[in-house]
């Protein structure tokens, strides 16, 4: 886990709060401080790490908009094997035609902005910013990870999960809501959110609870298409 601890949290100077749009009250991470994380881990890209873009495409939309992909590959050198790691794939989006207040709008950087947000997918395999994506950020300051709970003597064990059956309990709603709101989100997103995975057993609930930032990153992701 050193390398994730290390790149785990940005700088209060690298984050700013989204104030508009879907996305109101999240937060939006500054690409340029993701390459310096990655530089001081690994070295200077095209050394230490680099990537490749794979492919780029663009799909229509509703209301006559077209988003733009990128897929890109994340590469990073491994000095004790003297070889490249093997490729991390990373998806990004953005919007090559949008529809704003005073109509449709194309934007002449929506390939550059889809690569940047495809490498910062990928990276967040690396544990880039993952303290972020974990809610451990509200906004002004870092909250603390709760601890974890030792087994045993306090060596971390493997605790076989027991099965979950039945409907979603209203402890697991609490904490599901608290989590959304804990991020920046207010109810209407929160309630997006919710609907967008609709856990309606224990299972399905514990499953969103444990994997919420992927599941959020799916949930942005789509957002970003509409």
């Known amino acids: 886990m050193e390398i ?36 001081e881990q690994f070295g200077v890209c095209g050394e230490g790490w680099t990537y490749e873009i794979d492919k780029m495409w663009i ?17 990073t050198y491994m000095e004790h094997l003297n070889s490249w ?4 794939s990373g998806i990004g989006g953005s919007m090559l035609v949008a529809k704003e207040k005073n109509g449709l709008y194309t934007s002449d950087e929506c390939y550059k902005m889809a690569v940047t947000d ?9 544990g880039v910013a993952s303290d972020i994506y974990e809610g451990l950020w ?3 300051k870092y909250r603390d990870a709760p601890p974890e709970r ?10 076989p999960k027991k099965q979950m059956t039945g409907e979603i309990t209203e402890p697991q709603k609490k904490k599901l809501w608290a989590m959304m709101k804990s991020g920046g989100m207010d109810n209407e ?18 499953d969103f609870i444990e994997n919420y930032d992927v599941y959020l990153d799916e949930f942005m992701e789509s957002m970003d298409g509409k």
């Open 59 to 75: 799909e229509p939309g509703a209301d006559g908009q077209v988003c733009a992909f990128a897929k890109v590959t994340l590469y």
């Open 138 to 140: 509200d906004g002004s």
């Open 150 to 159: 030792p087994v045993g003597d306090g060596v971390q064990e493997y605790e």
């Open 85 to 88: 790691s093997r490729g991390i």
């Open 118 to 126: 495809a490498l910062s997918v990928a990276m967040k395999m690396l």
């Open 189 to 206: 997103q929160a309630k997006s959110f919710f609907s967008f995975k609709n856990p309606k057993t224990k299972e399905e609930a514990s």
């Open 4 to 39: 994730w601890n290390a790149l785990s949290k940005p700088p209060k100077s690298a984050l700013k709060q989204i104030t508009g749009g879907r996305l109101k009250g999240m937060t939006d991470i500054n690409p340029q401080w993701r390459y310096k994380a990655m530089t």
